[in-house]
């Protein structure tokens, strides 16, 4: 890995993990969601260090683009619910801070001590490799992907439309 | 370069974990859970990087869309519940308590 390369992983690494931490520590639920979208944007930065440019335009043009700004609608939406007097931000911190630590250093044991190729041995992966896969092997899948989006969108309407009146009654 | 990689994925998965086990804000749960799939996200890319396996970018493109369907279905239901029980803390739904 070239020195440039290293610094900009660096740079990358250090933006998703303090984007992390404050996505689950920060109390302000919205700041909380910008800051998932300092993370979405950090990893779209390592998929390029990946060389996976399409990826990472997927990733911010869906993530960034459409889920971040449906999660702060949401939070808009509920805005008044946010604060409720005797409801702390958080709870059970310690177990917590153990569990998921205890989950790090149990998964960096199982994988640091393996030996990986220390370079890459492919080729980057075009575009058009993957978009031949989405057509060929991975057809079932990708329109099984699409079934999943209508059912969804159905869903999400369904259970988010508000009651009409003569509906309350049962 | 992979062992970083790797423990970069590894922190922001267990940063998740810690999001789901200590929010009480049911969006909280969503916005750790995003955190929690974008580690996976993380090593499909990786791994098809370096071992040159094409599949593994598509992998990766369908767990984007499912989480974009389960954030979608996540906040429908959130919003549901705002309007029927008041609240948005998932530890205040006791809607099924008789």
Redesign the interface.
């Known amino acids: 890995?070239a020195p440039v390369q290293m610094m900009a992983?660096g740079v990358l690494?250090a933006v998703?993990?303090i984007g992390?931490?404050w996505?689950?520590i920060l109390k302000n639920?919205f700041r909380?969601?910008l800051s998932?979208g300092l993370?979405?944007l950090g990893?779209a930065g390592?998929?390029i260090l990946?060389?996976?440019e399409?990826?990472a335009f997927?990733?911010i043009l869906?993530?960034v683009g459409?889920?971040l700004t449906?999660?702060v609608?949401?939070?808009m939406?509920?805005a008044r619910?946010?604060t409720?007097p005797e409801?702390?931000?958080?709870?059970?911190?310690v177990?917590?801070?153990v569990?998921?630590?205890g989950?790090?250093v149990v998964?960096?044991a199982a994988?640091?001590p393996l030996t990986?190729?220390?370079?890459?041995?492919?080729?980057?992966?075009p575009p058009a490799?993957?978009g031949r896969?989405?057509i060929g092997?991975?057809a079932l899948?990708f329109e099984v992907?699409s079934l999943?989006?209508v059912a969804?969108?159905v869903?999400?309407?369904a259970?988010?439309s508000?009651r009409r009146p003569q509906d309350s009654s049962h | 370069?992979?062992?970083?990689?790797?423990?970069?994925s590894?922190?922001?998965?267990?940063?998740?974990?810690?999001?789901i086990?200590?929010?009480?804000?049911a969006?909280?749960l969503?916005?750790?859970v995003?955190?929690i799939l974008?580690a996976a996200?993380?090593n499909f890319?990786?791994f098809?990087?370096?071992?040159?396996?094409?599949?593994a970018?598509?992998f990766?493109?369908?767990i984007?869309?499912?989480?974009?369907?389960e954030?979608?279905?996540g906040?429908?239901?959130?919003?549901?519940l705002?309007?029927n029980a008041?609240?948005?803390?998932a530890?205040?739904v006791d809607l099924l308590k008789g």
Request: net charge positive.
């Open positions: 890995m992983f690494a998703v993990l992390a931490l996505v689950v639920l909380a969601a998932l993370v979405l990893v390592l998929f990946l060389e996976a399409f990826l997927v990733q869906i993530y459409a889920i449906l999660v609608f949401a939070i939406l509920t619910l946010q409720a409801a702390s931000a958080s709870r059970q911190i177990p917590a801070a569990a998921s630590l989950l790090f998964l960096a994988t640091l990986w190729p220390s370079a890459p041995s492919a080729e980057a992966i490799a993957l896969q989405l092997p991975l899948p992907i999943v989006f969804a969108i869903g999400a309407i259970v988010a508000p | 370069m992979v062992r970083f990689f790797l423990l970069l590894h922190a922001l998965f267990a940063l998740g974990l810690y999001g086990l200590t929010r009480r804000n969006i909280g969503l916005l750790s995003e955190l974008n996200v993380l890319v990786l098809g990087r370096v071992f040159g396996h094409v599949q970018q598509a990766a493109l369908f984007i869309a499912l989480a974009a369907c954030a979608v279905v906040l429908a239901i959130v919003l549901s705002s309007r008041k609240t948005v803390f530890d205040r």
